[in-house]
């Protein structure tokens, strides 16, 4: 979990994650893309979908094809 030592604010205001920050972030975001969820009655990982979105948005634009967003709710 990110706490205030996952952050360094530099002597400008600007705020950016440190190290071990970065790592947890990775490990989060790795770990919430490889878990899977139900739609249309399959199991898919979140990378799953973020793959076939972008093949269908590349079908959209390089052919034409309708495009209807993935709606997550």
């Known amino acids: 979990m990110l706490d205030d030592d996952s952050f360094v604010t530099n ?3 600007s705020v950016y994650l440190s190290g071990s920050g970065k790592k947890l972030f990775i490990e989060a975001f790795q770990t919430k893309m490889y878990s ?19 093949r269908n948005y590349q079908a959209y634009v390089r ?11």
């Open 11 to 13: 002597l400008d205001g």
């Open 36 to 54: 899977k969820l139900k739609q249309d009655g399959k199991q898919f990982t979140y990378n799953q979908i973020v793959e076939r979105e972008i």
């Open 63 to 73: 052919e034409e094809k309708k495009y209807q967003p993935y709606k997550y709710y």
